[in-house]
């Protein structure tokens, strides 16, 4: 993937200003696709043509901001597409849209300029909030599509759910299994996002800890300062 040219203030502003909009179509987005999925055999047909509607056009929203900051950032259709792959692909597969909120919070943390929490707490918050958002579409996705297939044994949302879990843990249990070829699709996505964002998690874990071992480790020796008289609580004080 080339590299992101700087952004044109222009589309800095549009981007400041898309924000909260976009975050909104993201939910709605996702809102409405579960309820049609979840509630297919319980909604009206004019209940079915709202969550068909509010899916659309949360899609249009996406479309439109992603055709603007194509306007704005100068570039060529294709350059812009080479260095905004996430996000052309994001377009192409709008239920990978409410994982792009998770940046949204990183921007709310950073609204002073200096973020609430940590580098490590915030790769651990980032990483879960991607995990949970990423199971919960890839659940809706693989039940959408596999409850009524021939042969499937992802036949419940629970099912899906428990799927989800099992593949994102990359534990694998393989007592239930997409059977068709999206199910498929999704599996091999969500594998691979498991184990990125579960490595993530695990390695800043484990870099937190070496780090707090380390200061630990370079503490000075206990013992009184200038001073001051000795501690009853320190090593070997009697």
Not at 23 to 45: K, M
Not at 111 to 119: E, F
Not at 148 to 162: E, K, L, N, R
Request: aromatic share 8%.
């Amino acid at each position: 993937m080339s590299e992101r040219p700087p952004k044109p203030p222009r589309q800095e502003r549009w981007d400041r200003r898309m924000e909260l909009p976009l975050a909104a179509a993201s939910v709605a987005y996702l809102a409405g696709y579960a309820v049609r999925v979840l509630a297919r055999d319980h909604l009206p047909r004019l209940g079915v043509d709202l969550c068909v509607g509010v899916v659309l056009g949360s899609w249009a929203v996406f479309l439109v901001d992603y055709a603007v900051r194509l306007r704005l950032s100068g570039l060529r259709p294709l350059r812009f597409v080479r260095t905004h792959l996430m996000d052309t692909v994001v377009l192409v597969l709008p239920l990978l849209r409410p994982v792009r909120m998770v940046t949204l919070y990183d921007r709310v943390q950073r609204r002073r300029d200096q973020p609430r929490l940590s580098l490590y707490a915030r790769v651990m918050v980032y990483s879960g909030l991607s995990v949970s958002l990423l199971g919960f579409a890839a659940a809706l996705t693989v039940y959408h599509h596999e409850a009524d297939a021939p042969g499937a044994t992802i036949v419940t949302f629970g099912d899906s759910v428990w799927w989800a879990c099992a593949t994102l843990a990359t534990v694998g249990y393989g007592d239930v299994a997409p059977v068709t070829p999206v199910g498929r699709v999704v599996a091999v996505g969500l594998m691979a996002c498991g184990l990125a964002l579960l490595g993530a998690v695990t390695g800043s874990f484990s870099s937190w800890l070496i780090q707090a071992f380390t200061r630990e480790d370079e503490k000075p020796a206990g013992g009184p300062r200038d001073g001051e008289g000795p501690r009853g609580d320190s090593p070997g004080a009697s």
